[in-house]
């Protein structure tokens, strides 16, 4: 079976890596913002991946993909042929799926085109109506029982059908969203980056809403999170008992952090970038004093990776810098390592 899997972009050797450590995956590689691969049996494992926003099974790859409005009736067209049967069958050995069900489709594109996503969604609709008796359109991607994906790139489309019931950036234990967030993939990918393990405390001096250290916590590490804000507090909260796991969440400035020295062993945070969450006096400041504080509190050879818009601010060069494409902007990944 092929499948292929959305990531950020910037993460795609992040995100090989994790699928390459899964039982009968092979054939793997990297495109832009996703990652192609064979899987010998079983689609289950997949579903446990961190780091990607989804996975799909593949259908097909358009070839010769235009710009041009004239481009949408090619797409019902093409529609029509999608070989479903047996993909849905693989499905159906993982969860229950209606005889007759509901499908949603999910688009997106590289560069500037004469259409729009949602003129494509509408075009492969028309055409897996045309030719899957009984089966029915959702506009809403939450209530339907399939997704099928068509994620082009130049005069390509890989086409595929969603593996899991819900896209896996989803996750269950974000109940409580709050400016400046960050997205569960991203904050599991750079845990990765840090190389987390299980006998390990992990540290997020900004937690906001949580997500790192619930992701860290979820991998089977200890860990700790604060911020300034008790509403960004009370939403962490809220996600950790969602999520089900342990973590020890204070209030405080990260400048001045109330732990003794040499406590974690990692540092993983999304500092502030005073652009969707307000930050108050300098910048510049908070980053120097904050890194300093990290510094202090991390033991001997452990790893901060940290994310940000402005590494220039932090007052060392890291070991290692990814670029990734997030909210509209595109930050950095971080990695400092400690003598």
């Known amino acids: 079976m092929n499948i292929f899997a959305i990531t950020t972009r910037g993460l795609e050797e992040i995100s090989n890596a994790e699928m390459q450590a ?42 010769q ?26 499905l159906r ?28 969604k509408l075009a492969v609709s028309e055409g897996v109506l045309q030719s899957q008796a009984g089966w029915q359109y959702a506009e809403d991607d939450r209530v339907a029982d399939l997704n099928l994906r068509v994620f082009i790139e130049h005069s390509k489309a890989l086409v595929g059908l969603r593996i899991g019931e819900t896209p896996l950036h989803r996750r269950d234990y974000k109940q409580a969203q709050l400016p400046g967030s960050l997205k569960p993939t991203v904050a599991a990918a750079m845990l990765r980056i840090a190389r987390l393990q299980e006998d390990q405390v992990c540290l997020d001096p900004f937690c906001g809403s949580g997500t790192i250290v619930i992701e ?27 999520a089900g796991v342990k973590v020890a969440f204070s209030q405080w400035d990260a400048m001045q952090l109330p732990l003794p020295g ?7 945070s999304n500092l502030p970038w005073g652009r969707q969450v307000e930050v108050d006096g300098s910048l510049w400041k908070l980053y120097e004093e904050s ?17 940000t818009s402005f590494p220039d601010l932090l007052p060392e060069e890291p070991e290692d810098q990814i670029e990734i494409s997030l909210f509209g902007q595109t930050p950095s990944v971080l990695r400092f390592e400690t003598a």
């Open 22 to 63: 899964l039982p009968g995956i092979h054939d793997l590689s990297n495109g832009y913002r996703h990652i192609r691969a064979t899987v010998q049996k079983g689609l289950s494992a997949l579903l446990d991946l961190r780091t990607v926003d989804d996975v799909f099974l593949e259908l097909t790859e358009w070839e």
């Open 65 to 90: 993909v235009g710009h041009e409005r004239s481009t949408l009736a090619e797409f019902s067209e093409r529609s029509t042929e999608l070989a479903l049967g047996e993909p849905l069958a693989q």
């Open 93 to 120: 050995g993982l969860r229950e799926i209606p005889g007759h069900p509901t499908f949603s489709v999910t688009a997106n594109f590289v560069g500037k085109r004469n259409y729009s996503n949602d003129e494509i």
């Open 216 to 242: 860290a916590a979820l991998a089977g590490a200890g860990s700790m999170g604060g911020d300034i804000e008790q509403a960004m507090l009370k939403a962490a909260e809220t996600n950790r008992q969602a």
């Open 262 to 268: 040499a406590i974690v062993d990692l540092v993983v």
């Open 291 to 307: 890194y300093l504080e990290m510094l202090r509190v991390i033991k001997p050879g452990g790893k901060l990776v940290l994310l």
